[in-house]
């Protein structure tokens, strides 16, 4: 398989240096690839997938996504639109929106028309499950529909790269199950390259490849 | 002139200027307040029966053939006459005087239609300025122009001022005092407008953090960001801009009850105080989320969203 993501010696610190996160990272992932990215709190998992998705500049070292490095505000922005979608611990759905209104945003980022947007979230909807939940306020729905809601929005562009930090975190362990299941029959049969930060063990074990982090360092990477 | 109360004008003037070839009419007037019972201001216009304002008035009740020089019948002007529940025929209490009501008349001039004309004389004595007068009002004959009176008067007589009536209302100090008040009072409405608009978006922007950061993280530009808050300032502030227009119309409906106004303020509000109520509410929308937007703009979402 062809590598889609390339981490070099990546270093990010916080506060003006003083609190060092990312120390020298080196990773590669493949096209199509799932990874877990394991290790405790605070140890470096969010940074990194912050810096491989635009988010934040690494300090020193490149992120190569499909051989190229964006760097500049506009190529971060183009990353950001149509290379990678976030899933966060927390759904951030917009409170006085819909759930289709909330999977709608990105496409108003990237101009797609209304149509062709409300048809990719129909979409994914009825990949996800949630497809007869669209016209709900965010109020309305479950902790499960609402975790699904924001995946339709982070695919809704058809990212090549979905980056999920600990999706299910905030979950009980019904839902958890079935929103990690999820998103790895989505990402496989997507064909997307699905990096998960998670602390759970037992779900990064069902991932393509376990890598362990300490300290803002890869400790170790198994298949 | 410092104010039309404490003026005084000889009524002699008004004589010689009317034989100059350019006036057509020279017409003094003595303007005083006087009390009525219940009512204790009212504007009163010691004028002669010869003054245009009754000649060009249309009369309600009464003729003006009753309102003499040398008489002591007095005319209302319409809002006057209904304050004061005054008719023809009866007498009305003014000062310390009663006087009897000669007619009503309605006039274009919403401060005359509410005070009371009184025969010049009548008023000089009322009023204790016997020979003068507070302004002189002059008339031009066809194809003469202000200024050869502007020069008459300060040929001989350099201690008066002769104005045309725009100059009147930007020179009197009174009007003056008005305008500055109106500005004062707009400008704190505006900077408190700005203000709670800055403040309305600051606590939209910073209650929806998160939801600012998904949007970033989504795809938006700074710049749909920065267009997004001044669009939703703009719809606060065309909100607050009808209710404002809405409670100024009812506000000016309420000043027009109140009796001891009658007269002196005519409420209206037209295409231009709503075309600049709207460009305020613009320019204060734009002003007001200045600061939010920048802050908007400047959030990084990696921060907002690393914290739970």
Not at chain 1, 198 to 222: F, I, P, Q
Request: net charge neutral.
């Amino acid at each position: 398989m062809s590598e889609m993501i390339s981490v070099e010696d990546v270093w990010k610190s916080f506060d003006r240096g003083r609190i060092e996160v990312l120390k020298g990272v080196n990773l590669s992932i493949a096209r199509g690839e799932v990874l877990a990215l394991c290790g405790t709190s605070g140890c470096g998992k969010s940074t990194l997938l912050h810096v491989i998705g635009g988010l934040e500049p690494p300090d020193r070292g490149v992120v190569r996504i499909d051989g190229g490095a964006p760097s500049g505000e506009a190529e971060r922005l183009e990353l950001l639109r149509r290379g990678v979608g976030f899933v966060f611990q927390l759904h951030h759905l917009v409170a006085g929106l819909t759930l289709e209104e909330n999977c709608l945003v990105p496409a108003v980022a990237t101009g797609l028309s209304r149509s062709a947007a409300r048809a990719r979230v129909r979409e994914l909807a009825e990949a996800t499950g949630i497809a007869g939940r669209l016209d709900r306020r965010v109020r309305e729905l479950s902790g499960g529909e609402r975790q699904r809601g924001s995946l339709v929005r982070a695919l809704l562009n058809d990212p090549p790269i979905l980056l999920a930090d600990e999706p299910t975190g905030a979950l009980d362990e019904t839902n958890r199950e079935r929103v990690f299941e999820l998103l790895l029959d989505l990402a496989r049969s997507q064909g997307k390259t699905l990096i998960i930060a998670t602390h759970d063990l037992d779900l990064a074990r069902r991932c393509d490849r376990v890598v362990r982090m300490r300290d803002g360092k890869v400790v170790e990477d198994g298949v | 002139m410092s104010d039309l109360f404490f003026s005084n004008v000889p009524v002699s003037l008004a004589d010689d200027l009317e034989k100059q070839a350019s006036v057509k009419d020279a017409q003094p007037v003595l303007f005083a307040i006087v009390a009525a019972p219940e009512r204790p201001v009212i504007t009163c216009f010691g004028i002669r029966a010869s003054d245009g304002r009754l000649q060009k008035a249309t009369w309600v009740k009464g003729s003006i053939t009753a309102f003499r020089d040398d008489g002591d019948a007095i005319v209302l002007g319409e809002r006057a006459a209904e304050f004061l529940k005054a008719e023809p025929g009866q007498k009305l209490e003014l000062g310390q005087q009663s006087y009897p009501v000669a007619g009503i008349v309605r006039t274009e001039n919403g401060f005359e239609d509410g005070g009371v004309f009184m025969p010049l004389r009548c008023a000089q004595k009322a009023f204790h300025k016997e020979g003068v007068a507070s302004i002189v009002s002059v008339a031009m004959n066809p194809g003469h122009e202000t200024g050869e009176v502007k020069e008459w008067m300060k040929a001989n007589h350099p201690k008066f001022s002769a104005l045309e009536n725009e100059e009147f209302s930007k020179s009197y100090s009174q009007f003056k005092i008005l305008k500055t008040t109106a500005w004062v009072v707009g400008g704190c409405a505006f900077l408190l407008g700005g203000l709670s608009v800055t403040n309305t978006m600051i606590l939209s922007v910073f209650s929806r953090i998160r939801e600012l950061a998904i949007v970033r993280v989504s795809g938006f530009s700074k710049g749909q960001v920065a267009r997004m808050i001044f669009g939703e300032s703009l719809v606060v502030s065309f909100i607050g801009m009808i209710a404002g227009l809405v409670l100024s119309a009812a506000g000016l409906r309420l000043l027009k009850l109140v009796p001891q106004l009658q007269g002196y303020i005519d409420p209206s509000l037209g295409l231009t105080e709503i075309l600049g109520a709207l460009l305020l509410a613009v320019v204060t929308a734009l002003l007001g989320a200045l600061y939010p937007a920048w802050y908007a703009v400047r959030l990084k979402p990696a921060d907002a969203l690393r914290y739970e």
